[in-house]
């Protein structure tokens, strides 16, 4: 029998990371610290303050993929060393680029003929993809008014108020003016009729949404098109739409084939899509496809030869990551048009059933579409309760789960709302344990507020004995008080420059 000696056990004590003083030595959070420390106490200090983030597939705020299969992720492990910049060092993960970029053109119906390469590139998100392709339009626009002896400093995008923030954030940086269609309360996506009233010859583009963030909706592209050809024709415009598809783009070619929106409009010039959003991939990657090559100005494109071979470029960011392509290649092939088939239409089958057991309780008004990216998002139809949807928002966070609260874009501000994002690992078990959770929050919100509003109301005949309209006076501030301390984390309307998810 083998007996372990005194020097051995202190080594083994030694060794316990949770026994080093490290555990009780608080780390510097403004300035580099002095000295190293081992890599097993950087290791176990950092991830003990992960723990208390939020676990992300209860994250239903967000669109972006939160879950991949584990061949994938060896896959996107293994390249997450290379910089997909060094074109001529990497030549087969650009050539993987290239393929994804002609799959998902031709996913959206683009003018590329058999074995012609598509025009696209993939970004770091839709909100570079959006940056590029806006300057793409600018750029157009600039040429043909100089090309005509016009002015060309004041051009100006038309698009609803209901856009992500990143189209405020082009429109800030490159100096266009943003025309907003505003909504209202029946309507929440982008009027096309409005929308086309708005176009001048000023104007460099249209963008339409396929999949508004507030509720999933689609917007009208074909009816949008529609009219502004007639307008085209009747002023010699050529005014043309670009389609944010940031989160439907992956949706509809699968579960809405019929749908008409995308390159089979004449005048839908560019398609931006997230590929870490319903395109499956973790968050780092995201397309913009051009119809044709003439609609990407040439002086935008910067060329490198590699390999004897012409590859163009266009980017705001230089260094990037390659696993995402590498995920995102992988997803392709690996699914296939029936693989993302049906993953949709089994996110659109729990986002329906979500719906049903919302609308079954008879409490909440639904405000995504049938037709439109798997959201639900819903409203409470009583406002005279004593709690409203960020409270409900609130209490849903001791189950884990996260569910945004936030009122709806300019001009229907007033419209306070629910949503979960119903993406690829929600599966129908959580479903239903979400709409458990809800009514229990339900509940426990009726039963607090009617034991506070007995308290209240006991205290109020203390007070002011028979004075009833001194007691409503008082009732009114009290629950005024109260509610102003709720609201006081959450703003009255949506700051467009702080966006949503």
């Not at 003083?21 to 992960?50: G, H, V, W």
């Not at 085209?232 to 992956?250: L, Q």
């Given at each position: 029998?083998?007996?372990?000696?005194?020097?051995?056990?202190?080594?083994?004590?030694?060794?316990?990371?949770?026994?080093?003083?490290?555990?009780?030595?608080?780390?510097?959070?403004?300035?580099?610290?002095?000295?190293?420390?081992?890599?097993?106490?950087?290791?176990?200090?950092?991830?003990?303050?992960?723990?208390?983030?939020?676990?992300?597939?209860?994250?239903?705020?967000?669109?972006?993929?939160?879950?991949?299969?584990?061949?994938?992720?060896?896959?996107?492990?293994?390249?997450?060393?290379?910089?997909?910049?060094?074109?001529?060092?990497?030549?087969?993960?650009?050539?993987?680029q290239n393929r994804c970029v002609n799959m998902i053109a031709r996913l959206f119906h683009a003018e590329v003929e058999d074995g012609d390469q598509a025009v696209g590139v993939a970004t770091v998100g839709s909100s570079e993809a959006i940056m590029l392709a806006g300057l793409a339009f600018k750029r157009k626009w600039q040429n043909k008014m100089k090309a005509n002896g016009k002015p060309y400093d004041k051009p100006n995008l038309v698009t609803g108020s209901n856009v992500q923030v990143c189209w405020e954030k082009f429109a800030r940086y490159f100096e266009v003016e943003l025309k907003e269609v505003k909504l209202t309360e029946d309507y929440y996506v982008m009027n096309p009729k409005k929308a086309v009233e708005m176009v001048d010859e000023n104007t460099i583009c249209v963008c339409a949404i396929l999949g508004s963030t507030y509720?999933?909706?689609?917007?009208?592209?074909?009816?949008?098109?529609?009219?502004?050809?007639?307008?085209?024709?009747?002023?010699?415009?050529?005014?043309?739409?670009?389609?944010?598809?940031?989160?439907?783009?992956?949706?509809?070619?699968?579960?809405?084939?019929?749908?008409?929106?995308?390159?089979?409009?004449p005048l839908v010039r560019s398609i931006n899509v997230s590929g870490h959003k319903y395109g499956l991939v973790y968050a780092g990657v995201g397309w913009v496809v051009w119809r044709?090559?003439?609609?990407?100005?040439?002086?935008?494109?910067?060329?490198?030869?590699?390999?004897?071979?012409?590859q163009p470029t266009f980017t705001l960011n230089f260094s990037k990551g390659a696993s995402q392509i590498i995920g995102q290649y992988y997803q392709l092939i690996r699914l296939g048009f029936e693989g993302y088939k049906l993953i949709m239409e089994n996110c659109r089958a729990n986002a329906r059933y979500l719906t049903e057991i919302l609308e079954k309780t008879g409490r909440f008004k639904i405000l995504s579409k049938d037709v439109g990216v798997p959201v639900v998002a819903f409203s409470l139809k009583d406002k005279s309760l004593g709690h409203d949807e960020y409270e409900i928002s609130d209490h849903l966070r001791k189950f884990g789960w996260v569910v945004p609260a936030y009122t709806m874009a300019p001009d229907a501000q007033n419209v306070l709302l629910l949503r979960v994002v119903v993406r690829e690992d929600?599966?129908?078990?959580?479903?239903?344990?979400?709409?458990?959770?809800?009514?229990?929050?339900?509940?426990?919100?009726?039963?607090?507020?009617?034991?506070?509003?007995?308290?209240?109301?006991?205290?109020?005949?203390?007070?002011?004995?028979?004075?009833?309209?001194?007691?409503?006076?008082?009732?009114?501030?009290?629950?005024?008080?109260?509610?102003?301390?709720?609201?006081?984390?959450?703003?009255?309307?949506?700051?467009?420059?702080?966006?949503?998810?």
């Open positions: 029998m083998v007996l372990a000696t005194a020097v051995e056990a202190d080594d083994a004590v030694l060794s316990c990371m949770f026994a080093s003083r490290y555990m009780q030595t608080p780390l510097p959070k403004f300035q580099l610290p002095e000295r190293s420390i081992p890599k097993d106490a950087a290791y176990q200090i950092i991830n003990d303050e992960l723990m208390l983030d939020g676990n992300p597939r209860l994250n239903l705020a967000s669109f972006v993929t939160t879950w991949m299969e584990p061949e994938c992720d060896k896959l996107m492990m293994s390249a997450i060393n290379k910089n997909y910049v060094d074109m001529d060092e990497y030549p087969v993960t650009t050539d993987l509720n999933g909706e689609f917007e009208d592209v074909k009816t949008l098109n529609d009219l502004l050809l007639q307008k085209n024709e009747k002023t010699g415009w050529d005014t043309p739409i670009h389609v944010d598809a940031a989160s439907g783009g992956f949706v509809a070619p699968f579960i809405y084939p019929d749908l008409e929106w995308d390159f089979r409009l044709s090559k003439k609609d990407l100005p040439e002086e935008l494109i910067f060329h490198i030869n590699y390999l004897g071979a012409d929600f599966s129908r078990t959580l479903a239903e344990r979400l709409a458990q959770n809800i009514e229990q929050v339900l509940q426990e919100l009726e039963a607090v507020h009617a034991q506070i509003n007995t308290v209240v109301k006991e205290i109020l005949i203390t007070e002011n004995g028979n004075d009833e309209v001194g007691a409503k006076e008082n009732s009114k501030k009290i629950h005024d008080k109260r509610r102003r301390g709720r609201h006081a984390r959450h703003p009255d309307s949506v700051d467009k420059t702080k966006g949503i998810c």
